[in-house]
């Protein structure tokens, strides 16, 4: 199983960047994916999770209204729009992929993981 993240970068403030995760090796259909980021010094948490049908997703309270999760099941790929970023957004980005049944949400273990991607934002 491999998932690759891509479309990091460096970014300013009030900018955007779309997070691509392309997933290989699985039936991609059968997961629900999140995206999880981890700052420097900090632990590392959901920030968004999308079910296998994209019909419920999940967002951390401090992405409400600026982030986008969703997925293209066709072509295997899960992706992130985030807009208005600030520089608390900072940190390298991740996908994971779950075959668990449960809702979407914190709290869950994942079963895959991506190797990340760094996003940037300058103030």
């Known amino acids: 199983v491999q998932l690759v993240e891509s479309g990091g970068g460096l970014v300013q403030a009030g900018g955007s960047l779309r997070l691509s995760c392309a997933a290989s090796?699985?039936?991609?259909?059968?997961?629900?994916m999140g995206w999880f980021r981890q700052a420097p010094g900090k632990e590392r948490e959901l920030v968004a999770a999308?079910?296998?049908?994209?019909?419920?997703?999940y967002y951390v309270d401090v992405v409400k209204g600026r982030f986008t999760i969703s997925r293209d099941n066709a072509k295997n790929t899960v992706y992130l729009q985030m807009n208005s970023l600030k520089p608390e957004d900072t940190a390298v980005y991740y996908c994971?992929?779950?075959?668990?049944?449960?809702?979407?949400?914190?709290?869950?273990?994942?079963?895959?993981w991506g190797q990340g991607t760094q996003v940037t934002v300058s103030s």
């Open positions: 994971a992929a779950d075959m668990s049944q449960s809702p979407v949400g914190p709290g869950k273990e994942y079963d895959y």
């Open positions: 090796g699985l039936t991609f259909s059968w997961y629900a």
């Open positions: 999308i079910s296998w049908s994209g019909g419920n997703t």
